[in-house]
């Protein structure tokens, strides 16, 4: 039977509660709403993308963001301390392998940091079956695979990596490999702006991070990060005439408190069940 009890509330108010540093080396398109999103949820930024430095960060934050968006050389670098440091000091560390699949340099440094075992993986589901070796990836950042078609390569990835494996989606699922979760909710205006995905993995760092502190499983947060952030979403959408004006709805959106999910507004409701074995 599922163990995991998912509880969007607290994890937020937790969020608010610790405002974890969180280690952003994200693509040069998105670090600003990436920053933006976690200053409303509660968190904190800090944009320490640079060799050397990178590494040193790591092992203070609360937790890192690794996105693969745009991987300069120097990036590149600074990614691999990052995590490397990340994982010696025990700081929970998310890794985004944006549209690995068709692309060799990116694709050859998710494997990389895949080795160094993340906390978290998180991305679309042609990107997650391709860094599973069961696909080809995406249309560049977008995904041409739906979240099911992934089920079975998220779940043997995060046995690999001992972790946490979330695939997005209209129905996002997240695994541990054991347990499944699915959340549902959010909405397509969300595909509609810069960033979407990409402030989602901080999203997830800074749930993670908090979650450790107050006794939540990794598991649990990650799908809670889904589950605020899917609800957040609705919000935004239903004050919104566009994609314009959803951008800074969401931002404020995540902003508010958190409640409970009513049957009447499904947004980040969340099922669990066992994995296929």
Known sequence: MPRTIVDPPRLHTAVRAD???VQCLTNAVVSNVTANVLLALGAAPAMVDIPVEAG??????GAVLVNLGTPREEQRVAMREAASAASDAGVPWVL???AVGGLSVRTALAHELVALRPSVIRGNASEIRALAGAGAGGRG???VDDVESAADAASALATRIGGVVAVSGAVDLVTDGVETIRVAGGDALLTRVTGGGCALGA????FVAAGRGVAASDLSAVAAAHAVYSS???RAAARAQGPGGFAVAFVDALGEPTEPTAPERPGGSVRAEEAAR
């Not at 040193?56 to 934050?61: N, V």
């Not at 999203?203 to 800074?206: C, D």
């Open 141 to 143: 950042v977008d995904a």
């Open 232 to 234: 957040a979403a609705e």
């Open 56 to 61: 040193e960060f790591a092992r203070i934050a």
């Open 96 to 98: 985004d392998p944006v």
């Open 19 to 21: 405002a974890p540093l």
């Open 203 to 206: 999203v997830i760092a800074a």
